[in-house]
């Protein structure tokens, strides 16, 4: 996405950038950062379809942890 991720348009994503304003959208590479730092706080059973696709999308460009 040329225009980045909003937080706000991912459930999970949202609830682990607490720290940051979820309205502003951030880089790719960024939101990968986020999802991989902070893993443990995600609800994996809470995921939706789209947002799983979206870490296994971003996991296949920057890579596994």
């Keep these: 996405m ?3 991720l909003i937080p706000n348009d991912w459930p999970e994503l949202r609830l682990i950038c607490w720290y940051r304003r979820c309205d502003v959208p ?3 590479w960024e939101a990968w950062a986020i999802y991989r730092r902070n893993w443990r ?3 994996q059973d809470q995921l ?3 947002e799983t696709a979206l ?3 971003l996991k296949m460009k ?3 942890w």
């Design 41 to 43: 706080y995600v609800y």
């Design 2 to 4: 040329a225009d980045g």
């Design 26 to 28: 951030i880089e790719e």
């Design 55 to 57: 870490i296994e999308r």
């Design 48 to 50: 939706t379809q789209e």
């Design 62 to 64: 920057y890579g596994d």
